[in-house]
Each structure stands twice: as structure tokens, then as C-alpha cells.
């Protein structure tokens, strides 16, 4: 939603969506706000524990299985297996997400890839849909005075769907954008530590078409880390463009850098504000 810095400042229940790329800062500054003020609702933590829960522990059960003596303690009920996610442990979605490449690296099949990301794509759907009943829920039972939506980097492919528009209607959207040295750490990290992330379909195809091309080898022998820190400033750049947009038209921006600055409630409500005059 679009308010005016006079509006803003008299929201008595503020609810803002923080909107950008994985490791610019938006889990850090939701922590910094008092908790005792502010719900902190992590859009992947809802993924996780509410639509992917069940294939996510499917895809453990199934690697456990090929364990002959978990397979067998798991056959007869002797041992149960579950998920410990949490909002600064998302570990189990990305192990489930994957990598697309060579099964013998821990690679998976473009089919079972596609697959997996299609659920994802279903997943965050309905989690940004949950945000308005969350929102009343946080004020009415917990007694919270605002609501911060720490949202996932893949939001920004939701533009144009309904769970965008009910974000929009419910929520102040704040873009955090990753300037030059930021970005560069973010590519930095993708290369040291290469993790699964979320991509359409289209981006996908004509992204590992063009790595193929330029490694010449095939689907099932690439290296699934390779792949990934070769596509990631790639889809930095892909992002932006639609993130820049869903600010643009719905929304404000600050920089990572700006947001790494702040240490507590009122300095982030003056950052706000000054997005908003800007």
C-alpha cells in the first residue's frame, strides 16, 4: 500500500512486508525490532512448517530407506522422523528444494527439480495469502502492536498473482535493495557456499540451456554447485528488475546497506519515513 508519511506515522497497527534477495538483511532487522512489540512472520518458516511439510519428511523418510538399518526401524514405527524448522533454521526446505545436476554430486532430475519448485511456488503462495488472517491473529490473541512479513527472495515472482495483490492491500511493502557492495558479498557467499534456490521455469530453461551450451555436457553429469554459482548473479540480475517494479508501483525502497545501519525500533520507522518522502 502507498500512504502518506502523515498516514504512516498515524497507523496505529503498522504491517510492513519486507521485499528482497536472500542475505540483504531482512531476517536481521525483523530481529532487531522489539519482540514484544512486533510479530515476526517468516513467509519460509510458514512454508515450511504448514505447506511443505509433508514432502519435505517424505524426501528424508526416502533417503532413510535407503539406509538398511533405519529403513528397517522405520518399517516397523521403531523411530519417527522430524523437522526442527525454525525462523534461523530453514535447512529442511532447502535440502528438499534441491539442486538440478549429476545424482552421483546429490543432483536431481530437471523432472523432479520442476517438480519440487512447482510445490514451493504453491507453497509461498498460500503463505502470503495467510498474511491478513495473521496480522488480525497477532493483534487479537497476542496482543501485538505491528507486524513485520519477513518474506522469501522468491517473492517477487508472485507479482501479479492474487497473493501479491493481498499483500499489497494488507501491507506497506518496503524493497530492500542490494547496492554494489552488498551484491557483492551476496555473490560472494553463492560461490562459497552454493545453496538451492527457487527459479521459474522460463528463467530456468533458457539459463541452463545457455550453460550447457558453454560447458557441453549434459543434464545428468553437470555439477549441481557449479550450476548454481555460475546462474546465481544471473538471477540477482533477473530479480531486481522485478522487485524494482513491485517497489515502483506499490511500494518504497532503501538500500541493504541503510538497513544494516539500523539498530532498533525508531530508526527503522525514520527509514521508512524517509522512503516514503523520497
Given at each position: 500500500m502507498k500512504l502518506s508519511k502523515k498516514d504512516f506515522n498515524e497507523w496505529e497497527n503498522k504491517?510492513?512486508?519486507?521485499?528482497?534477495?536472500?542475505?540483504?538483511?531482512?531476517?536481521?532487522?525483523?530481529?532487531?525490532?522489539?519482540?514484544?512489540?512486533?510479530?515476526?512472520?517468516?513467509?519460509?518458516?510458514?512454508?515450511?512448517?504448514?505447506?511443505?511439510?509433508?514432502?519435505?519428511?517424505?524426501?528424508?523418510?526416502?533417503?532413510?530407506?535407503?539406509?538398511?538399518?533405519?529403513?528397517?526401524?522405520?518399517?516397523?514405527?521403531?523411530?519417527?522422523?522430524?523437522?526442527?524448522?525454525?525462523?534461523?533454521?530453514?535447512?529442511?526446505?532447502?535440502?528438499?528444494?534441491?539442486?538440478?545436476?549429476?545424482?552421483?554430486?546429490?543432483?536431481?532430475?530437471?523432472?523432479?527439480?520442476?517438480?519440487?519448485?512447482?510445490?514451493?511456488?504453491?507453497?509461498?503462495?498460500?503463505?502470503?495469502?495467510?498474511?491478513?488472517?495473521?496480522?488480525?491473529?497477532?493483534?487479537?490473541?497476542?496482543?501485538?502492536?505491528?507486524?513485520?512479513n519477513d518474506a522469501g527472495g522468491s517473492i517477487c515472482e508472485l507479482y501479479g498473482t492474487e497473493s501479491m495483490d493481498t499483500l499489497v492491500e494488507n501491507t506497506l511493502i518496503l524493497y530492500i535493495k542490494a547496492d554494489s557492495n552488498i551484491r557483492d558479498e551476496l555473490i560472494k557467499r553463492a560461490t562459497e557456499n552454493p545453496k538451492p534456490m527457487f527459479y521459474t521455469k522460463d528463467f530456468l530453461d533458457e539459463h541452463l540451456e545457455i550453460y550447457i551450451s558453454e560447458k557441453e555436457i549434459g543434464q545428468d553429469v553437470m555439477d549441481p554447485d557449479d550450476f548454481v554459482r555460475w546462474v546465481f548473479p544471473k538471477l540477482l540480475d533477473y530479480r531486481k528488475n522485478k522487485y524494482e517494479r513491485i517497489a515502483s508501483e506499490h511500494g518504497y525502497t532503501v538500500s541493504a546497506t541503510e538497513v544494516n545501519n539500523i539498530n532498533d525500533e525508531n530508526q527503522f520507522l525514520e527509514l521508512i519515513e524517509n522512503a516514503i518522502d523520497s
Open positions: 504491517s510492513i512486508t519486507l521485499l528482497g534477495m536472500s542475505g540483504v538483511g531482512k531476517t536481521t532487522l525483523a530481529n532487531k525490532l522489539p519482540k514484544s512489540k512486533w510479530f515476526h512472520y517468516s513467509g519460509d518458516y510458514r512454508i515450511g512448517t504448514k505447506y511443505l511439510e509433508e514432502p519435505i519428511l517424505d524426501n528424508i523418510k526416502e533417503k532413510a530407506m535407503n539406509v538398511p538399518f533405519l529403513a528397517e526401524l522405520l518399517k516397523l514405527d521403531s523411530i519417527y522422523i522430524s523437522c526442527n524448522i525454525t525462523v534461523d533454521n530453514l535447512m529442511p526446505i532447502s535440502s528438499f528444494l534441491g539442486k538440478i545436476g549429476d545424482p552421483n554430486k546429490g543432483g536431481l532430475s530437471i523432472d523432479e527439480f520442476l517438480k519440487r519448485q512447482t510445490l514451493h511456488m504453491d507453497a509461498e503462495m498460500k503463505a502470503m495469502q495467510d498474511v491478513p488472517q495473521f496480522i488480525e491473529k497477532s493483534q487479537r490473541i497476542y496482543n501485538y502492536n505491528h507486524f513485520i
